[in-house]
């Protein structure tokens, strides 16, 4: 079978820094603690602890003294503050874009109400919403609009500065911005789509190679939010869309007639994988 990978397939530049930011780490200390999931890769995060690395979920659970990794998707102000209050050394591998709407939302909040698009559960929106103070909202769907205008009216403020979790959907970014500025219509509303310029790229491109092709195959974690967003976008289009996260996933696919395969993976899908799953579909 015919196989089209994807030109924006695999890992980003971020989760590239972040992972080598990390085995550095792990190979120099032998107590080296991370703050939840380096990034949202099983295969990468079993890889990482096998090296060394101590996966904690909550700051008390790292030694006073230590050294703590934090993760691609960032963390809250507070966290930086408990951490230097435990004299703990922090290793950032924070991604550079995330870096930079945290420093945004901070300057903001000095007069704005802060608006953080994107899903609730997210340790990236979370990040952000840790950096945007009291007077902030986090909105994942149209619905939870007027709960946010609400909680900005208590607030006295006239200025709206909204952003967005760097991974969340383009087309749901542009829905959720209308109804914004339809039910903030006496505010001073000022958005700010920091969806990363790559998460765009690889969402379109999806799009696009879900036209030409009988099979699409979307690589990445279960956990990962931009993958399952490529997958949703390729079954809107191509009926026969899989979301697996190694080639394991698709042994018991029959892929009977089929001419060609389209491969889309997410930000943090290591390129072994991508490559295996290619092999394995060429040979059908």
């Given at each position: 079978?015919?196989?089209?990978?994807?030109?924006?397939?695999?890992?980003?530049?971020?989760?590239?820094?972040?992972?080598?930011?990390?085995?550095?780490?792990?190979?120099?200390?032998?107590?080296?603690?991370?703050?939840?999931?380096v990034?949202?890769?099983?295969?990468?995060?079993?890889?990482?602890?096998?090296?060394?690395?101590?996966?904690?979920?909550?700051?008390?659970?790292?030694?006073?003294?230590?050294?703590?990794?934090?993760?691609?998707h960032?963390?809250?102000?507070?966290?930086?503050?408990?951490?230097?209050?435990?004299?703990?050394?922090?290793?950032?591998?924070?991604?550079?874009?995330?870096?930079?709407?945290?420093?945004?939302?901070?300057?903001?909040?000095?007069?704005?109400?802060?608006?953080?698009?994107?899903?609730?559960?997210?340790?990236?929106?979370?990040?952000?919403?840790?950096?945007a103070?009291?007077?902030?909202?986090?909105?994942?769907?149209?619905?939870?609009?007027?709960?946010?205008?609400?909680?900005?009216?208590?607030?006295?403020?006239s200025?709206?500065?909204?952003?967005?979790?760097?991974?969340?959907?383009?087309?749901?970014?542009?829905?959720?911005?209308?109804?914004?500025?339809?039910?903030?219509?006496?505010?001073d509303?000022?958005?700010?789509?920091?969806?990363?310029?790559?998460?765009?790229?690889?969402?379109?491109?999806?799009?696009?190679?879900?036209?030409?092709?009988?099979?699409?195959?979307?690589?990445?974690?279960?956990?990962?939010?931009?993958?399952?967003k490529?997958?949703?976008?390729?079954?809107?289009?191509?009926?026969?869309?899989?979301?697996i996260?190694?080639?394991?996933?698709?042994?018991?696919?029959?892929?009977?007639?089929?001419?060609?395969?389209?491969?889309?993976?997410?930000?943090?899908?290591?390129?072994?994988?991508?490559?295996?799953?290619?092999?394995?579909?060429?040979?059908?």
């Open positions: 079978m015919e196989v089209i990978i994807g030109k924006y397939a695999g890992v980003c530049g971020g989760v590239k820094l972040a992972i080598q930011k990390t085995e550095e780490a792990v190979k120099n200390e032998k107590n080296i603690f991370c703050l939840g999931d990034v949202h890769n099983k295969q990468i995060i079993d890889n990482l602890k096998a090296k060394g690395l101590k996966i904690v979920y909550d700051i008390k659970d790292v030694p006073v003294g230590s050294k703590m990794i934090i993760r691609a960032g963390e809250s102000e507070v966290i930086y503050e408990l951490a230097k209050q435990r004299n703990i050394e922090i290793i950032d591998t924070t991604c550079g874009s995330v870096i930079s709407i945290h420093n945004k939302v901070k300057k903001a909040r000095e007069d704005s109400f802060i608006i953080v698009i994107g899903e609730k559960n997210h340790p990236e929106s979370l990040s952000h919403l840790g950096f103070g009291i007077n902030s909202y986090l909105i994942e769907e149209e619905d939870d609009i007027l709960d946010a205008y609400m909680a900005f009216e208590e607030t006295g403020l200025k709206v500065y909204v952003v967005s979790q760097t991974t969340f959907s383009s087309k749901k970014f542009d829905i959720l911005e209308k109804e914004i500025y339809t039910n903030f219509i006496e505010a509303v000022v958005v700010d789509k920091t969806i990363c310029n790559v998460t765009e790229f690889r969402q379109e491109e999806c799009k696009r190679l879900s036209k030409v092709v009988d099979y699409m195959v979307v690589i990445g974690g279960e956990k990962s939010a931009n993958s399952r490529l997958a949703e976008l390729a079954n809107e289009i191509c009926k026969n869309t899989y979301f996260e190694t080639v394991e996933d698709l042994k018991n696919i029959c892929f009977d007639g089929s001419k060609k395969a389209g491969i889309m993976a997410g930000a943090s899908t290591p390129d072994y994988i991508i490559a295996e799953v290619k092999k394995y579909l060429e040979e059908v």
